[in-house]
């Protein structure tokens, strides 16, 4: 089993940065990606960043590109996502994503991220 704790949501105002974290503990030997994904109110999931855990290859959507990075610890088993630029439509509960190489998903509770205008 693998456990996702999160932390860095609150609330800030539009122009504002958050970073939120994610330290994986437990069986992470098999880690593949690791990643950030977003729900808003009335809204469906969608991954906003991923990273590979052994290259180090990123993913963005499109709507956080060049405003969002995300980065990594391995000596912490950390995930890290920089929130720059904030926007009111950024609003939402990010969870904390891992998938292994089996293709096995382990989630976080989520931390919710709330963005004033």
């Known amino acids: 089993q693998v456990q996702l704790v999160e932390s860095g949501g609150g609330l800030v105002q539009a122009g504002g940065s958050l970073r939120l974290s994610c330290a994986a503990s437990g069986r992470t030997f098999s880690m593949l990606t690791m990643g950030w994904y977003r729900q808003a109110p009335g809204k469906e999931r969608e991954v906003v960043a991923r990273i590979n855990w052994s290259i180090g290859s990123t993913y963005y959507a499109n709507s956080v590109k060049g405003r969002f990075t995300i980065s990594k610890d391995n000596t912490k088993n950390t995930v890290y996502l920089q929130m720059n630029s904030l926007k009111p439509e950024d609003t939402a509960i990010y969870s904390c994503?891992?998938?292994?190489?089996?293709?096995?998903?382990?989630w976080g509770k989520g931390t919710l991220v709330t963005v004033s205008s």
């Open positions: 994503n891992l998938q292994t190489s089996s293709a096995v998903n382990y």
